[in-house]
């Protein structure tokens, strides 16, 4: 809604997302162990497929983009904090240019995955005799698998996929 032309009428994304929403919450209301499981099947679910994501990058390496990714100045070419990147605003609206740290701020989606530890630090480490040490240690390996996970799923697509040239080049 901020950067425009966003589309907020019902369609078959949103429908799923409230049938979803609507399921879960239900599933909550019969308990508190009941919704831990089922957000920890979820939780197993997207963790196992970014590690198969992960696995079969390593084994799908591309020589071509290793060497146009990480070639001398290949990789940071064009990541100054004062070069200005276009993005354009909502569907089909204008192109806006912004810096590398908005960019990266949009690019980026850190506050659901905060969000998501804070979920499971209330969950588990809220109740109990040692919930003084069980908080911090959840946020803080919560935290460190999910930046873990996350760049080596960067560093496999970086080794798979060139950043640069034209799709007709690579073919």
Not at 75 to 87: C, K
Not at 130 to 153: D, E, F, M, Q
Request: glycine fraction near 12%; charge should be positive.
């Amino acid at each position: 809604m901020v950067l425009g032309n966003m589309d907020i009428g019902l369609n078959t994304a949103n429908f799923a997302a409230i049938i979803i929403l609507t399921l879960l919450t239900l599933l909550n209301t019969f308990g508190v162990k009941l919704g831990a499981l089922i957000q920890n099947i979820f939780t197993s679910a997207k963790i196992f497929a970014l590690l198969a994501v992960v696995f079969l990058g390593v084994l799908a390496r591309n020589a071509t983009a290793i060497a146009a990714n990480f070639s001398a100045g290949a990789f940071w070419h064009g990541a100054g904090w004062h070069d200005l990147h276009p993005i354009q605003v909502g569907v089909g609206g204008p192109t806006a240019f912004v810096g590398m740290l908005t960019a990266l701020a949009v690019v980026q989606g850190w506050i659901t995955v905060f969000s998501r530890c804070l979920e499971q630090c209330d969950l588990y480490g809220g109740r109990g005799a040692k919930s003084s040490r069980n908080l911090p240690l959840s946020l803080a390996l919560g935290t460190g698998i999910v930046l873990l996970l996350y760049i080596l799923l960067q560093s496999d697509l970086l080794a798979v996929l060139p950043l640069h040239g034209d799709v007709a080049e690579r073919r």
